[in-house]
């Protein structure tokens, strides 16, 4: 029987997180972040002047008897704010390193969505390649993490990387607007900033795990070398030197800050994770200090 995805003492210590989003976003009553929006909650917010049609209900009558001008209430909403995990199933997840992305990036899925059901939040898991595939819908309570961990479990690596196809589909199946969650190592020879600005502009909030090998950034040959693309399974030969490692690893960096900077252009969040690091590391240390979780 394999191992699960994690263990118990590890889902111990994930309750006590709580992903967290920035933005204020329209949703149903009943989540844990709070809201600018006014609506039916707790909490008082602000008064503003009464519009005919509004909830007679809300008006504050005690202002009504001393000013003679109708205000109504608005209190503080705690939403049930979409979020949504785009999941890198492609097979440059799984090309290198030990453990590799692939298995790194379900590790990573898992914690979250079970700190999103000890929330109560709702998260819906939507496996990506050139495409979104079938997805996973978890909410409810820890007790539906096992169906979703057995969904991950079964997922496979395959298929090539096209982010602008899948923003594109994204955007048209999921019009309303919430958190987008988004693990890959983000290799697209095509490029993946424009297309995850896309999401950002119609009013999503971003938060962008890159997930690299220790190979992917600091590549440890020398010598003369045949490169194979994972995906397209472009053939390319290079002389591998201190020099060409070290350019390597600084274009490797710049296109990590530009990843970042499309998280931060749109008030989101980013991490960038190697996969040597641990995954306790990863979520209470690296995570926690870009308050993705707290």
Known sequence: MPNPLLD?????????????????????????????????????????????????????????????????????????VPVRLLLDTSVSMSATGTPNKFDYALQLAASLCYVGLVRLDTIEVLPFSNAIHEGKTCGGGRHRFTPLSRFLEGLKPAGSTNFLAVSRQFLNDFPQRGLVIVISDFL???????????????????MLIQLWADEDRTPPWSGEFDFVDAESNARLHIH????????????????????????????????????????????FGSMARTRSIA
Not at 50 to 59: I, M
Not at 60 to 72: C, E, G, Q, T
Not at 190 to 203: F, R, S, T
Not at 252 to 275: C, E, H, Q, W
Request: proline share 2%.
């Open 8 to 80: 118990r003492h590890f889902l111990e210590r994930l309750e006590r997180l709580t992903i967290h989003w920035q933005r204020s976003f329209p949703g149903l009553v009943g989540g844990h972040n709070r809201s600018n929006f006014a609506g039916g909650g707790q909490e008082f917010l602000d008064h503003r002047n009464y519009h005919s049609g509004d909830d007679l209900r809300a008006v504050n009558w005690r202002a009504f008897m001393r000013l003679d001008k109708m205000f109504l209430k608005m209190f503080q909403i705690e939403p049930r």
């Open 188 to 206: 697209d020879e095509a490029g993946c900033e424009k297309a995850l600005q896309y999401i950002g502009d119609y009013g999503n909030e971003l």
């Open 240 to 283: 591998v030197d201190a020099d060409a490692r070290r350019h390597y690893t600084e274009a490797f960096d710049l296109f990590s800050a530009s990843i970042k900077t499309v998280a931060m252009r749109n008030n989101g969040k980013y991490t960038g994770l190697p996969t040597s690091l641990s995954l306790e590391e990863a979520i």
